[in-house]
Nanobody
Framework: QVQLVESGGGLVQPGGSLRLSCAAS????????MGWYRRAPGKQRELVAT???????TYSDSVKGRFTIARDNAKNTVYLQMNSLKPEDTAVYYC??????????????WGQGTQVTVSS
């Protein structure tokens, strides 16, 4: 099992910045990808950014150039630096850790979610 603990959400004005953190514990040695998803009110959960253990990074088009994902493998921690925030970034942000075996089967683990609200 993998436990994920998130921190760093809050209220920020448009154009502002926030940094999210997520620390993983438990059986983490074989976790491949770590990242962030979000769910806005009335919408489905969507990918924000992920980063593999080897450094392969994926961003959604809506956050490219504004958000940066970083990962500290030694600390089993992933970060999301969010700049130039927009009201449409308002959502609950969920940390994700994924384990994929040699057959391609995937196990996903989720944090409890942290609220990010962008409003003036």
């Amino acid at each position: 099992q993998v436990q994920l603990v998130e921190s760093g959400g809050g209220l920020v004005q448009p154009g502002g910045s926030l940094r999210l953190s997520c620390a993983a514990s438990g059986t983490v040695f074989d976790i491949n990808a770590m990242g962030w998803y979000r769910r806005a009110p009335g919408k489905q959960r969507e990918l924000v950014a992920t980063k593999t253990r080897t450094g392969i990074t994926t961003y959604s088009d809506s956050v490219k150039g504004r958000f940066t994902i970083a990962r500290d493998n030694a600390k089993n921690t992933v970060y999301l630096q969010m700049n130039s925030l927009k009201p449409e970034d308002t959502a609950v942000y969920y940390c994700n850790a994924a384990r994929t075996d040699f057959l391609g089967r995937r196990d996903d683990y989720w944090g409890q979610g942290t609220q990010v609200t962008v409003s003036s």
